[in-house]
């Protein structure tokens, strides 16, 4: 395959407010490939034991994308729900889920449930994707209503300190003669991460695609949780329950509603 043209320098780089509205596409499981069906295995069984979910527990995978973990939270749960914004990753879902898993296209700030969970889990850094903070405090007042009193979260969010520490300005791989370049950088006055991804076959670019998150702290989720009545009772730094810190990537929240 011969080499694409150089990518053209910023303002070509720039990240729009509403990036999410048209990132979750057909392609997005291409660039996510390595988050597979099987990966998802050990973080739903974490999040099971973490939420302590049985199969009379009523469940909601908040953002569920493309349905990998409902794939496996099936095993345990008998009633689930999966919710995301995309409708071409609700497709993908459709096709490998069970048909008792129910399947709603939404939006996470204003999710059409009201006290319906015994759990709800969010995988794979899916908060903080909006410029404006009363809409990423939305998310979480949302998930809180969605919960009955008691009700269990498990969050799975990055690790600023982490991040900040090994992120890869530049890279480029190749996937089913794909070639994928990524730019990734940290925006310090807005307090986000960004990256946009171009993706070419042969020297035709056959898609862009952008990516942005607000970089919370520690101390910061835990003021925004508490805020939304969602008490917070672990904090982890992986899936294999290592306590949180800042040499591991993951900031993984489990509490219930308050």
């Not at 496996?72 to 749960?77: D, K, R």
């Not at 898993?101 to 939404?106: E, K, P, S």
């Not at 805020?227 to 329950?241: H, K, P, Q």
């Amino acid at each position: 395959m011969s080499a694409p043209p150089p990518d053209s320098p910023a303002p070509g780089d720039a990240v729009q407010a509403d990036w999410y509205a048209s990132a979750f596409d057909t392609l997005y499981p291409i660039l996510y490939a390595h988050r597979s069906v099987e990966s998802a295995r050990q973080e739903a069984a974490f999040a099971i034991e973490q939420l302590r979910l049985d199969e009379r527990g009523v469940v909601l995978d908040l953002c569920c994308g493309g349905g990998r973990h409902l794939l496996h939270l099936a095993e345990s749960c008998h009633e689930l729900i999966g919710l995301d914004y995309s409708a071409d990753l609700l497709s993908i879902a459709r096709e490998h889920l069970p048909g008792r898993v129910q399947l709603v296209r939404g939006d996470m700030r204003a999710l059409p449930f009201v006290g319906a969970f015994d759990a709800v889990a969010n995988f794979f850094t899916s908060f903080g994707y909006f410029q404006d903070e009363s809409e990423n405090r939305a998310v979480l007042e949302s998930l809180a209503r969605a919960l009955k009193p008691g009700g269990r979260f498990f969050m799975d969010y990055l690790n600023p300190d982490h991040l900040k520490n090994s992120l890869v300005p530049e890279s480029e791989r190749e996937h089913e003669g794909l070639c994928i370049r990524e730019k990734r950088w940290i925006d310090s006055e807005r307090l986000r991460v960004n990256k946009t991804t171009r993706v070419y076959e042969g020297d035709t670019l056959r898609s862009t695609a952008s990516e942005s998150v607000r970089l919370y702290s520690l101390d910061e989720m835990r003021s925004l949780t508490a805020d939304a009545g969602l008490l917070v009772e672990g904090v982890y730094g992986d899936y294999s329950a290592v306590a949180f810190g800042p040499e591991h990537p993951r900031m993984i929240l489990v509490g219930q509603r308050s």
